[in-house]
């Protein structure tokens, strides 16, 4: 009995490691030219695919409008927006998905890799990934 207690509870904590082994959950985003937080995305799984929403802004109001959108996110709340979509995983990464800078409006093509549990690289680019930048995301725990 003991030893089934004992695997059952090793079982359990693979289990643990294995789900903390993922991007979804919400994460703070850190703005790459100054390395302040600027929001709380939710990463979540639609469709077996990968996609982000705003959940809170850190540096202005809840109410913010993304007036730089085109299409129907032109002037629509940035909280509660999809600004990442359609990443599938790749090898040890995800890939082929899009991103959206609700500053500017511009989609890009999008990568994102776990660094660790807690820790993220976004990165944005046009054409190829040597044409962007990255970002790093922390886990909000």
Request: charged share 30%; proline share 4%.
């Given at each position: 009995?003991?030893?089934?207690?004992?695997?059952?509870?090793?079982?359990?904590?693979?289990?643990?490691?294995?789900?903390?082994?993922?991007?979804?959950?919400?994460?703070?985003?850190?703005?790459?030219?100054?390395?302040?937080?600027?929001?709380?995305?939710?990463?979540?799984?639609?469709?077996?695919?990968?996609?982000?929403?705003?959940?809170?802004?850190l540096q202005k109001p809840a109410d913010t409008v993304c007036d730089s959108c085109s299409g129907d996110k032109?002037?629509?709340?940035?909280?509660?927006?999809?600004?990442?979509?359609?990443?599938?995983?790749?090898?040890?990464?995800?890939?082929?998905?899009?991103?959206?800078?609700?500053?500017?409006?511009?989609?890009?093509?999008?990568?994102?890799?776990?660094?660790?549990?807690?820790?993220?690289?976004?990165?944005?680019?046009?054409?190829?990934?040597?044409?962007?930048?990255?970002?790093?995301?922390?886990?909000?725990?």
């Amino acid at each position: 009995m003991k030893k089934f207690i004992l695997f059952f509870a090793l079982l359990m904590s693979v289990g643990v490691v294995s789900a903390q082994n993922t991007p979804v959950g919400i994460w703070k985003t850190i703005d790459d030219n100054t390395g302040e937080a600027r929001s709380h995305l939710e990463i979540y799984q639609k469709e077996g695919k990968l996609c982000a929403k705003i959940v809170k802004l850190l540096q202005k109001p809840a109410d913010t409008v993304c007036d730089s959108c085109s299409g129907d996110k032109k002037d629509q709340p940035l909280i509660g927006m999809e600004i990442m979509w359609d990443l599938e995983p790749y090898d040890d990464y995800w890939s082929y998905g899009k991103i959206m800078d609700p500053d500017t409006g511009k989609v890009y093509k999008c990568n994102l890799e776990m660094e660790s549990v807690d820790k993220l690289t976004v990165r944005g680019y046009i054409g190829f990934s040597l044409l962007g930048r990255s970002q790093e995301w922390l886990r909000v725990k």
